[in-house]
């Protein structure tokens, strides 16, 4: 969405001050400074919005936020506040430039066939050297004092092979109905297995996936930066590819940010339908029963919603549904899925402290379900929560639902 100056004058005068947003924001719940929360946030923005002076405070201010969407959906007055956010961190950014890490990391974005696939395989090679396997988790944590690097911080294991090296040898079955597949870049450069599960799923299922090389990053990451120039120069490559598959209508994706951010493009092509697979999945129920069969996974599992899933796109049945299909009475509800895990895109690695502090939250919260598997649409989530696990010494483990539903449906 393109938000005017304009817009957000309108999008100001709409919040009345009632305070709503303090029951929900994770940030609040953890500082209890009124700043912190939406409309403590607002204030600030209104007041110095087109000051070329930023008081610390402010910067302070508009750099707290997940934008979790939480705020906005308990917000009875619509204020599009992670839009409001989103545009004073641009205002931030034109004052007083980007981060150079971010910066460099979102470069890489812009041309991310050539240099983004090269880094991680770089990565891939070398990252033994620093990092060792967790047991029983995805990712890596480190093997030696490395300076700002927590003992536990995980990052993700990165595959010498992404999800384009693994495609090369398939065979796509031209029977079957086209879908465009956009995968994102976690699940591209991190987590390809999620993407031969979804991919595997959609072919049981009678769809083709077509996973067009030229699809870049959703954007979100630079739209969350307020690197509004790099956000529109990576949501006009992404459109260009959808007008190129135009006769293709439904776009399905894994990645709960990803879904968010395309569903939020401007000029769609006509017609075109961006899904969650679990939205996919839902619509194609009948046929995804008869699948499953009476094929149930025996472990307990728990679900946590995405805030760019459940906040963002208001998917929330649709994934409970498929996993009550296939873990039946073993899918537990935990006491609050719906609070964000303090991932919040690179939040997570630049304000570690809070962010942790928000993952005890959602770890406890994991812990007291007794599942061994806690699930969630988002791959920065997965990455998220299983950091959380290592923390907590949980003995659960991370995952996505669909590798649930593809391990099920190769199982005899
Ligand atoms: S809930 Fe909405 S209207 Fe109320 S204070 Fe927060 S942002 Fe303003
Ligand atoms: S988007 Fe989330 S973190 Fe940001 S102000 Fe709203 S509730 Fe708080």
Not at 82 to 88: D, F, K, L, R, S
Not at 155 to 175: G, S
Not at 381 to 406: D, R
Request: some cysteine; charged content about 25%.
């Amino acid at each position: 969405m393109t938000i005017t100056p304009l817009t957000i004058e309108e999008e100001l005068k709409k919040c009345v001050k009632c305070g709503a947003c303090m029951a929900v924001c994770p940030i609040y719940r953890q500082t209890g400074r009124e700043e912190m929360v939406a409309r403590g946030k607002l204030n600030l923005i209104e007041i110095i919005r087109n000051n070329e002076e930023l008081p610390p405070a402010w910067i302070e201010a508009v750099d707290h936020c997940l934008l979790c969407c939480s705020c906005e959906e308990n917000c009875s007055k619509g204020v599009k506040i992670t839009e409001i956010i989103a545009a004073a961190r641009n205002h931030q950014t034109e004052i007083i430039g980007l981060n150079p890490i971010k910066k460099g990391a979102f470069a890489l974005l812009k041309n991310r066939i050539l240099s983004l696939a090269r880094v991680v395989k770089l990565g891939s090679l070398l990252q033994w050297l620093l990092w060792q396997k967790l047991p029983n988790h995805s990712g890596l944590v480190r093997r030696f004092t490395l300076p700002g690097i927590d003992s536990k911080t995980v990052i993700p294991a990165l595959p010498l092979k992404n999800l384009d090296d693994l495609l090369k040898r398939r065979q796509p079955v031209p029977e079957l109905q086209p879908i465009l597949f956009f995968s994102g870049c976690a699940t591209r450069f991190l987590h390809p297995q999620i993407g031969l599960d979804l991919i595997f799923v959609l072919e049981q299922l009678g769809f083709n996936a077509i996973t067009p090389k030229k699809f870049n990053c959703c954007g979100m990451v630079t739209w969350g930066a307020g690197d509004k120039s790099t956000n529109r120069e990576l949501q006009a490559s992404n459109l260009k590819v959808l007008n190129d598959n135009a006769h293709i209508k439904e776009v399905v994706t894994g990645c709960a940010s990803c879904g968010h951010a395309l569903k939020e493009y401007d000029n769609l092509p006509e017609d075109c339908e961006i899904l969650d697979i679990s939205e996919l999945l839902f619509r194609h129920r009948e046929k995804l029963e008869q699948l499953v069969g009476s094929r149930q996974i025996t472990q307990k599992i728990t679900y946590h919603d995405p805030c760019h899933l459940s906040k963002g796109q208001e998917v929330t049945k649709e994934p409970r549904w498929l996993l009550k299909l296939i873990a039946g009475d073993n899918f537990i509800e935990m006491r609050h899925p719906e609070r964000c895990c303090g991932a919040g895109g690179t939040f997570g690695l630049t304000h570690k402290e809070i962010s942790r502090e928000i993952l005890k939250e959602k770890t406890d919260d994991c812990d007291a379900t007794g599942a061994e598997i806690v699930t969630s649409g988002c791959p920065g989530c997965i990455l998220q929560l299983t950091e959380g696990a290592v923390v907590s010494k949980s003995s659960w483990q991370a995952e996505h639902p669909i590798t649930l539903l593809a391990e099920l449906l190769r199982s005899k």
